[in-house]
């Protein structure tokens, strides 16, 4: 039995996660704002994890073999838990993302342009431009996006690490009907279903997904090992935007029609004009037996369509 804090956990795979755990026989705890009451046989601690001082006190003298971190977006979140959790974990689970690779949103050219798809190795967020141990940005840092955000989280827990340290790039996730919040797979059902074009790039670029409940899985699988550092967390296959619309399509019943962006514009959800998507090999060769995308896809827009329907009327 392990005792597992899960930072977050109140939705989607993260309320997959803490479920799982408890009926795996572990202690599991969440913390959170007050935003959603976990389980039955969950503990609850309440705190605004941003309030260094808050945060200590709703810990109190607890301490946990795995925290898992559903919910670190900026270095400061990162900078204020790898004060607060240096001494009270045995390892630190933090869930990032496969944006961190993303060549529109790098500061500099730290992503080559191949190999294709995209290994761990090939971004280092500690040799990118940082702030320093507070994780506060420099003066003339752009606002903080979503992959930058992450990146700079990274770094802080790599510099100098206090913990051993996971970070859990995650692939685009899908999947589970009314719990996928994103809307991303529902722009699809409706678009394709409805007769209206997608908005896609003239060459779009495959990109990499996991399943709701597959990425639940491997981020418990993580609380057992004992290997550190990025790692890649995605689904056999890399479709493309194409082929997601003609699995859509598959289910809808109904031809997809295509409007082709200018360069620079914006296109419908997973259509990129740049390649990087990942590499799952490290965490194969560690043992996690991923599922394929092609497998599980139909289900996931199956369970879509279904909600989308039935919101509908």
Same mark, same amino acid.
């Given at each position: 039995?392990? #005792?597992?804090? %899960?930072?977050? +956990?109140?939705?989607?795979?993260?309320?997959?996660? %803490?479920?799982?755990?408890?009926?795996?026989?572990?202690?599991?705890?969440?913390?959170?704002?007050?935003?959603?009451?976990?389980?039955?046989?969950?503990?609850?601690?309440?705190?605004?994890?941003?309030?260094?001082?808050?945060?200590?006190?709703?810990?109190?003298?607890?301490?946990?073999? %795995?925290?898992?971190?559903?919910?670190?977006?900026?270095?400061?979140?990162?900078?204020?838990?790898?004060?607060?959790?240096?001494?009270?974990?045995?390892?630190?689970?933090?869930?990032?993302?496969?944006? %961190?690779?993303?060549?529109?949103?790098?500061?500099?050219?730290?992503?080559?342009?191949?190999?294709?798809?995209?290994?761990?190795?090939?971004?280092?967020?500690?040799?990118?431009?940082?702030?320093?141990?507070?994780?506060?940005?420099?003066?003339?840092?752009?606002?903080?996006?979503?992959?930058?955000?992450?990146?700079?989280?990274?770094?802080?827990?790599?510099?100098?690490?206090?913990?051993?340290?996971?970070?859990?790039?995650?692939?685009?996730?899908?999947?589970?009907?009314?719990?996928?919040?994103?809307?991303?797979?529902?722009?699809?059902?409706? #678009?394709?279903?409805?007769?209206?074009?997608?908005?896609?790039?003239?060459?779009?670029?495959?990109?990499?997904?996991?399943?709701?409940?597959?990425?639940?899985?491997?981020?418990?699988?993580?609380?057992?090992?004992?290997?550190?550092?990025?790692?890649?967390?995605?689904?056999?296959?890399?479709?493309?935007?194409?082929?997601?619309?003609?699995?859509? /399509?598959?289910?809808?019943?109904?031809?997809?029609?295509?409007?082709?962006?200018?360069?620079?514009?914006?296109?419908?959800?997973?259509?990129?004009?740049?390649?990087?998507?990942?590499?799952?090999?490290?965490?194969?060769?560690?043992?996690?037996?991923? +599922?394929?995308?092609?497998?599980?896809?139909?289900?996931?827009? /199956?369970?879509?369509?279904?909600?989308?329907?039935?919101?509908?009327?």
């Amino acid at each position: 039995m392990k #005792r597992i804090l %899960v930072i977050g +956990g109140s939705r989607y795979f993260g309320k997959s996660l %803490v479920t799982g755990a408890r009926e795996a026989g572990d202690e599991v705890t969440v913390l959170n704002r007050g935003s959603g009451a976990p389980p039955p046989g969950v503990g609850r601690l309440v705190a605004d994890r941003d309030d260094e001082a808050a945060l200590r006190t709703a810990l109190g003298p607890r301490d946990f073999d %795995v925290v898992v971190d559903q919910v670190c977006y900026t270095p400061l979140q990162a900078a204020v838990a790898r004060r607060v959790f240096a001494g009270r974990t045995g390892r630190y689970v933090m869930t990032s993302t496969m944006e %961190v690779y993303d060549p529109a949103t790098l500061p500099v050219p730290a992503v080559p342009a191949g190999p294709v798809p995209v290994a761990e190795a090939s971004l280092d967020p500690a040799r990118l431009p940082f702030a320093g141990a507070t994780g506060r940005p420099p003066e003339d840092w752009p606002a903080y996006v979503y992959a930058e955000g992450k990146r700079q989280a990274e770094a802080v827990f790599l510099r100098d690490p206090v913990f051993p340290y996971v970070g859990v790039r995650a692939a685009h996730v899908l999947g589970g009907g009314p719990a996928e919040f994103t809307g991303r797979l529902a722009h699809y059902v409706e #678009r394709i279903a409805a007769g209206t074009a997608v908005d896609v790039h003239e060459a779009p670029y495959a990109t990499s997904f996991i399943h709701h409940q597959e990425m639940a899985a491997f981020l418990y699988w993580t609380t057992d090992q004992t290997f550190t550092g990025p790692v890649n967390a995605a689904s056999h296959g890399a479709p493309d935007v194409i082929a997601l619309c003609e699995a859509v /399509a598959a289910q809808v019943g109904r031809d997809p029609s295509y409007r082709v962006v200018g360069e620079g514009a914006a296109a419908s959800p997973f259509s990129f004009d740049r390649a990087y998507a990942m590499d799952n090999g490290r965490a194969s060769a560690l043992g996690f037996d991923f +599922g394929r995308v092609a497998d599980w896809l139909p289900g996931a827009i /199956a369970e879509t369509a279904h909600e989308t329907a039935r919101a509908a009327g």
